[in-house]
């Protein structure tokens, strides 16, 4: 059965590139409205064309999401041009490379901003308005993080793989706290070695079939397995 998305309105955070631009791509193929926002305005607008090119609706908006107000506008514009929000895809993170003797505090500050921040901010946001609006509609959140720091480490990237396991945790709980308002949280991992983001958009896309509509607080792999991790 082809997965039909049509009415659902979704943000993509990092949706000009990697596994943000693959979802982006995913969801206006199954008919959902977009909004693809990223650091780089350039990128956002490519993948914007590309969904309209394909007969979708896609509209990007440029945002650092590790700014609260930046987070705003990209929901507001979002609401402006479809009247709702049904999905929020965190896909937006830097990973700066150091090791942890020569790290500097910008670029630690840097990471902490956008993939922990960002992620709370627009998880908090998106989550005030679903919760408001969309009663029985419910709404979906998921968190793209990496398997630095949750599978295996990574060399130099000491930020990232404390940044991937603070969101996990973060993840479980926006679950719990979501779940009385028909809103599910869930993290999907793409591989920091061998990133596949057409893998990341597979296993993103699985969450929207029916079997899936009671899944959340879940963790999956690059290879859309469930995983526990504590």
């Avoid at 590309?50 to 509209?59: N, R, S």
């Avoid at 945002?63 to 609260?68: L, Q």
């Avoid at 295996?152 to 793989?161: E, M, N, T």
């Avoid at 028909?182 to 699985?206: F, K, S």
């Amino acid at each position: 059965m082809t997965l039909d998305l049509s009415g659902k309105v979704a943000i993509v955070t990092g949706g000009g590139h990697g596994g943000g631009a693959a979802v982006a791509l995913a969801l206006g193929r199954a008919g959902a409205k977009v909004c693809i926002s990223d650091l780089n305005p350039d990128r956002a607008q490519r993948i914007e064309q590309e969904i309209k090119e394909a007969g979708g609706e896609a509209i990007s908006v440029p945002a650092d999401i590790g700014n609260k107000f930046q987070c705003v506008t990209v929901i507001e514009t979002t609401r402006a041009e479809w009247g709702q929000l049904d999905i929020l895809i965190n896909g937006m993170m830097v990973a700066p490379s150091s090791s942890i003797i020569k790290q500097d505090e910008w670029d630690f500050q840097r990471v902490f901003e956008v993939n922990l921040k960002g992620t709370f901010f627009m998880t908090q946001l998106c989550g005030r308005v679903m919760s408001d609006e969309n009663g029985d509609r419910g709404g979906l959140i998921i968190n793209l993080g990496s398997t630095a720091g949750i599978l295996h480490p990574q060399p130099k990237q000491a930020a990232v793989c404390a940044m991937n396991g603070a969101i996990v945790g973060f993840t479980a709980e926006a679950a719990r706290e979501y779940g009385e308002f028909d809103l599910r949280v869930n993290t999907v991992l793409l591989d920091a070695n061998e990133p596949n983001p057409a893998g990341a958009a597979d296993c993103v896309m699985r969450l929207f079939e029916p079997e899936s509509q009671k899944i959340t607080g879940a963790l999956f792999a690059p290879d859309g397995n469930r995983l526990t991790w504590r």
